[in-house]
């Protein structure tokens, strides 16, 4: 779980890793919360948005769901209350929180964690699928490679210098197998670009 406490500070963390879930509250040290959400969605379309806000009236809570939110709490909550509504918006379908995102012939799914490509399920590791779903959500920009380490590696993981490197590495290898029509580019110094090709 990541804490951020300004706009700032939240735009910078969505930048570097993709998150399944964002608690985001209206009133921050350097503006409106709800100014974050357009480009939240942007990066990460199959992201769930619980909006916290002391802001209680209707034309509040209508504006933090027109904006793009998936529910909206009012201060003071209870925990438990918190908890159940988590579990709500994660149970929504797929198709409700635009979880299938497309790249060339591959389809991932965020809501279940498959990847298809033209049509067909393809198996592939944990770890690459993590590379996968971060740069496919930005794909057409480069993704740095911390932000990749990030998302594929937990704060234990011993880190080999070319261990991302060699995940990368067979992830285009299965996706060229199965003419996936994407391409994965090192962007040197920098970190990783996927792109469709025709």
């Known amino acids: 779980m990541d804490h951020a406490a300004s706009l700032e500070a939240a735009r910078d963390a969505a930048s570097l890793a993709p998150f399944d879930l964002v608690l985001l509250d209206r009133t921050l040290p350097d503006g409106e919360g709800l100014s974050l959400l357009p480009s939240l969605r942007a990066s990460n379309p199959g992201v769930h948005v619980i909006v916290l806000s002391a802001r209680n009236g209707v034309a509040d809570r209508v504006a933090g769901l027109d904006t793009g939110a998936d529910d909206y709490l009012t201060k003071p909550f209870s925990t438990d209350e918190l908890l159940a509504r988590i579990r709500a918006v994660r149970r929504r379908p797929a198709e409700l929180a635009g979880a299938d995102i497309r790249a060339g012939g591959v389809v991932y799914d965020l809501a279940h964690e498959e990847v298809t490509v ?3 399920r393809i198996d592939v590791p ?23 380490e990030n998302a594929v590696f937990g ?14 590495s067979r992830l285009r ?17 920098v970190g990783y670009l996927l792109r469709e090709v025709s």
Do not use: C, M, P, Y
Request: charged share 35%; glycine share 6%.
């Open 118 to 120: 033209n049509g067909a």
């Open 173 to 189: 290898r299965r996706l060229n197998a199965a003419e996936a029509r994407i391409e994965i580019h090192a962007i040197r110094g």
């Open 155 to 168: 704060f234990d993981d011993e880190i080999q210098s070319n261990t991302l490197d060699s995940h990368i």
């Open 126 to 148: 944990r770890r690459e699928l993590r590379v996968l779903a971060t740069l496919i959500q930005r794909r057409g920009r480069t993704v740095q490679r911390e932000a990749l």
